[in-house]
């Protein structure tokens, strides 16, 4: 399994989950498990994701993240695992 982590962070808007879940759909790219939040109006989501059995390479999803990030007035960052665990290690 490839896994990868997805954060998403912005003003709260209608359709933020709906426009990345519909992107990762699209791409054959596997939802494992979600959280978010809107606190005084800012969202915050975490993904964990699997993207095995996508169709493009990680890179290629990164930058449409990101795009999509700007898009729709988000910050999206996407990491592989082992990278975001490495990162936060206490």
Partial sequence: MNKAIITVVGQDTVGIIARVCTYLSGHHVNVLDISQTIIDGFFNMMMIVDYSNAD???GTMVNDLDKLGEEIG???RCQREEIFT????V
């Fill in 86 to 89: 490495k990162m936060h290690r």
């Fill in 74 to 76: 988000v910050r999206i």
């Fill in 56 to 58: 493009n390479e990680f």
